[in-house]
């Protein structure tokens, strides 16, 4: 191929063999490099590029310019030849281009990489680009403020917000830093926190005796001591004595005169709270430790019992030395408060679990109770145990020393030749025994009605032995009583009222309920008297019963039957009974049927007694 058919293209791509084939040390084969011994520089695709463009350029203007043979004027050049189809050169731009394409795919092919080609996403809207960053800055707000405890200016619209109480950490390493929150700037010595106060992540509502929530402590605008008595002493003791870095303490203790531990929630062997740090999201932190067994327990509340002294101490809130001192591990030691931290900083212990120490040493000297909480036993549980034992000791040493011998003079000598004053006037009795209490119903107890009924004829005994000196039914049967408490019932008859007395009376005394309501009709009739007559037939001696069928005859009534004191109406509805007090007693029963009831009242005369009765063909 000759010089004039070369295209710009692969003079380009010649170009840039030889400038690759130079920077290596290898010259190409057939250019001029080949023949130089020194290394050429390095060329890059662009430099090769712009080459191919300068070369087609100049190609161009050559073949634009017209050869003007020597010595020949205008009239004497040659003809124009025959029209061909001739190619179409190449324009300057597409030369260059090309030769960039060849310089590229030779620079991928060199360093063995696949060139990968991507397209750009065209480009939004202005108005979906903004909706787009607005939205991305809000989800960056919440973000960092999700973890955030509330503050009172949430509650409070004119209150401030709390501003954060430490300097964020750095971010991480090739990490772009997040703006920080607007609502929450940082803290310096200049700009000191507002004394707003968040609210509380405690859940104080669950309180028992085994478990104590303890508000936060307010902050403290100066560094005070967190301990005044020996025994909250003891307790930061136990915690400076077991660190190992000081300048975490004193983190620690800067947190907790800020203000920076929530509310704390003491159980057997458990310290918690939540400690606000670095982030927005305050920390977990526990402090754990070792509860007594029950052998201590009992040691140390047998040593409380056998000294007043220290019970009187524990109720001014104060522990005394004597319990400390029992060999008894009451006070924490270097090493026995564990902490435990949702922080990412492994040292024992962290600020923030020394911070929750400190406050909790101002909880123990407020009320000693707390640490014994910690050890195992709730304030309520402890007071029972030692006022139940202190008082059953005392009783024991009180039997033990026996009765004290007091002086004084026997009654009998006392009283030896001394008359006696005489008794006062009787006062005078009640004109009828008064109304009983009403006695409740009650599930499972007495019945009011029956307890009812014991008390009225109990009231009633009394009044007539007071009245008269003597117990009218103090000589009757159980048969005969039961027939006259059944007798004392309103009613008569068995109603629904008196059904169930009538069965338990009757049960009691081993009768039917239709026996007793006819010896209450008998009692209720003539008493005592009446209820004999019911019960015991006799045979009257001659005199009163026989003359007592030629009344009824006279008062033109049938010839009556006798039989023993019984007269008996031919039609077998009537009947006369002869009491042994004298008195006649009328009966009726259904005709033909021998089931006699007491009717009327009983009376000296036959004929009186039988006409009370209310039955028309009785006469």
């Known amino acids: 191929m000759s010089a004039e058919e070369r295209n710009p293209a692969e003079e380009a791509r010649e170009a840039l063999r030889a400038a690759r084939a130079g920077a290596s040390g290898e010259p190409a084969e057939g250019s001029a490099d080949a023949l130089a011994q020194g290394a050429a520089p390095e060329v890059r695709p662009g430099e090769v590029a712009r080459a191919a463009l300068r070369a087609a350029v ?7 310019a017209v050869p003007e043979e020597a010595g020949a004027g205008p009239d004497e050049l040659p003809a124009p030849a025959a029209p061909q189809e001739a190619p179409a050169a190449p324009r300057p731009g597409d030369a260059a281009r090309e030769a960039l394409r060849a310089a590229r795919l030779e620079a991928d092919r060199a360093e063995r990489r696949p060139r990968t080609t991507t397209r750009r996403p065209a480009p939004a809207p202005a108005e979906d680009r903004s909706a787009h960053a607005q939205a991305a800055r809000d989800m960056r707000n919440f973000l960092s403020t999700a973890f955030r405890m509330p503050d009172t200016a949430d509650d409070d619209p004119g209150a401030g917000t ?58 403290r605008p100066e560094p005070q001591d967190f301990a005044t008595t020996w025994w909250g002493q003891a ?32 159980t057997p062997g458990l310290v918690l709270a939540y400690v606000r740090g670095s982030r927005p ?3 977990r932190v526990q402090l754990r430790l070792r509860r007594l067994s029950d052998e201590d327990w009992e040691r140390l509340l047998a040593a409380a019992v056998d000294s007043p002294a220290d019970i009187a101490a524990l109720l001014d809130k104060e522990l005394p030395h004597t319990l400390a001192d029992l060999g008894l ?7 026995d408060l564990i902490p435990q931290c949702s922080c990412p900083d492994s040292g024992r212990p962290c600020k923030h679990a020394a911070a929750l120490c400190y406050q909790t040493a101002r909880l123990l000297d407020a009320d000693p109770f707390v640490l014994l909480l910690l050890r195992g036993r709730g304030e309520r549980e402890l007071l029972d145990t030692l006022s139940r034992r202190s008082a059953a000791s005392a009783a024991r040493a009180a039997g033990e020393r026996g ?34 209490p009403a006695y409740p119903a009650a599930p499972g107890g007495p019945d009011p009605f029956a307890l009812d009924q014991l008390a009225t004829d109990a009231a009633a ?84 019963f026989d003359r007592a069928r030629p009344l009824l005859l006279a008062a033109d009534l049938p010839a009556f039957r006798p039989w023993r004191n019984h007269l008996t109406h031919p039609a077998g509805h009537a009947q006369l009974r002869l009491g042994r007090d004298g008195l006649w007693y009328a009966y009726e029963s259904e005709p033909g049927q021998e089931d006699w009831w007491p009717r009327g009242a009983p009376d000296l005369d036959p004929v009186s007694a039988l006409t009370t009765l209310d039955i028309p063909d009785a006469l």
């Open 58 to 64: 100049a190609a161009r203007r050559e073949e634009e």
């Open 403 to 436: 009765p004290a011998a007091q002086p004084g003079v026997r009654a009998s000598e006392a009283l030896a030749g001394r008359p006696l004053p005489p008794l006062p006037a009787p006062r005078p009795a009640p004109a009828h025994p008064e109304a009983p």
């Open 329 to 335: 591990p009451l006070l924490p030691g270097p090493g």
């Open 281 to 283: 999201r305050p920390y």
């Open 162 to 219: 709390r501003p954060r109480t430490d300097t964020p950490r750095p971010p991480a390493e090739h990490a772009p830093t997040p703006p920080p929150p607007a609502t929450t700037p940082t803290r310096t010595p200049d700009h000191p926190a507002p004394p707003h106060r968040p609210s509380s992540m405690a859940s104080p509502h669950r309180d028992s005796e085994l478990r104590r929530t303890f508000p936060p402590f307010a902050p």
């Open 461 to 544: 005994r009394a009044h007539a032995l007071l009245t008269t000196g003597r117990d009218p039914v103090g000589g009757l049967t159980l048969w005969q009583d039961a027939v006259r408490l059944a007798a004392a019932r309103p009613g008569s008859g068995l109603t629904a009222a008196t059904r169930s007395l009538y069965a338990t009376l009757a049960a009691a005394v081993g009768r039917t309920p239709a026996e007793l309501a006819r010896a209450v009709a008998a009692w209720r009739q003539g008493g005592l008297a009446g209820l004999a007559v019911l019960e015991e037939p006799w045979d009257p001696p001659a005199g009163r």
């Open 235 to 266: 307790w930061v003791d136990a915690l400076e004595h077991t660190a190992l870095d000081a300048n975490r303490l004193a983190r620690g203790r800067g947190y907790a005169d800020a203000g920076h531990v929530d509310a704390i929630t003491v």
